[in-house]
Nanobody
Framework: QVQLVESGGGSVQAGGSLRLSCAASGYSGSVNCISWFRQAPGKEREGVAAIYTGGGNTYYADSVKGRFTISQDNAKNTVYLQMNSLKPEDTAMYYC?????????????????WGQGTQVTVSS
């Protein structure tokens, strides 16, 4: 059973940085992609960034491209989301999710495993 645990959220001012972590266990290579999603109150869930665990290919939503960086540490089974130049509109609950099968990285319905989420709040 794949388990995901997020950490690293918090409150920052606009222009600041945070690094989120997603510690994964139980997948032993059966997962092919880990994505970060976010959801703000009253808004739809949005795929933010993804990394394909085999080749390391990364993908980003246009809204975060150039500001966020996703990476993985295979030795620690952890995926990171470095968030720089944060904006108030980045405020949301952030979730990491993992999938085993084919399907686009930004569609939540393709993902079987989810963490509990970590809150990011950016003040102006």
């Amino acid at each position: 059973q794949v388990q995901l645990v997020e950490s690293g959220g918090g409150s920052v001012q606009a222009g600041g940085s945070l690094r989120l972590s997603c510690a994964a266990s139980g997948y032993s290579g059966s997962v092919n992609c880990i994505s970060w999603f976010r959801q703000a109150p009253g808004k739809e869930r949005e795929g933010v960034a993804a990394i394909y665990t085999g080749g390391g290919n990364t993908y980003y939503a246009d809204s975060v491209k150039g500001r966020f960086t996703i990476s993985q540490d295979n030795a620690k089974n952890t995926v990171y989301l470095q968030m720089n130049s944060l904006k108030p509109e980045d405020t949301a609950m952030y979730y990491c999710a993992a999938k085993k099968y084919i399907g686009t990285w930004y569609r939540g319905e393709n993902f079987s495993y989810w963490g509990q989420g970590t809150q990011v709040t950016v003040s102006s």
